[in-house]
């Protein structure tokens, strides 16, 4: 138990205060990017397999400029309709010191994501495990973007902008190149 509760304050310790300098913010953001990435891709390789999919046809041409604003502007309106307005919120009435009602926002916020996303996977594998499949990949991933948002939250600022910039650009390199490894990987 004493290990449990030394690990917990550990991880609290280290969502308290948020990156200093720019090499910090991108040296975060990469790390949950390439987290996001290898989760993705394990989670979809699993329901690739179980169901017997075939992996999806992907156009190997770079994206245009244009996929990649309508990527760039889906991305933001995700984050700030499941995410921002939310933990923005909790920061103005609780204060930035307060990680554990911060995770208490963004644990909720990122179940409320996946089971929103449960319809990519209805089709091949039923209501039932649709959710769960949805859970397991969007509900985590969202998760790891709460994370890194609750981590990136800054005290001086109301609206939380740079915690917003860094969670979209993340899930927007996220949403660019898992299809592209799946594809190739399968």
């Known amino acids: ?3 449990l509760k030394s690990c917990w304050s550990e991880a609290m310790s280290c969502l308290e205060s948020p990156p200093s300098d720019m090499r910090s913010w991108l040296k975060i953001g990469f790390a949950v990017t390439i987290f996001s990435l290898l989760w993705g891709l394990m989670v ?3 329901i690739i397999r179980s169901y017997s999919l075939e992996p999806p046809e992907i156009n190997w041409n770079l994206p245009s400029a244009m996929h990649l604003v309508g990527q760039m502007m889906g991305v933001l309106g995700e984050t700030a309709i ?3 307005w939310l933990i923005a ?3 103005i009435l609780c204060g930035r010191k307060r990680v554990g ?3 208490m926002v963004a644990l909720p916020a990122s179940l409320y994501f996946g089971m929103a996303h449960y319809e990519l996977f209805r089709d091949f594998a039923g209501r039932n495990m649709a959710i ?3 859970a397991a ?4 991933l969202f998760l790891v973007w709460g994370l890194l948002f609750v981590k990136c939250v800054d005290a001086k600022s109301q609206f939380q902008f740079k915690a917003l910039a860094a969670v979209s650009f993340s899930h927007f390199l996220y949403n660019i190149f898992i299809i592209r490894l799946i594809a190739f990987c399968w």
């Open 137 to 140: 990949l969007q509900g985590v």
């Open 101 to 103: 009602i911060l995770l």
């Open 82 to 84: 499941a995410q921002w």
């Open 1 to 3: 138990m004493c290990k």
């Open 132 to 134: 769960v499949c949805a």
């Open 44 to 46: 979809t390789g699993i």
């Open 89 to 91: 919120l909790t920061v």
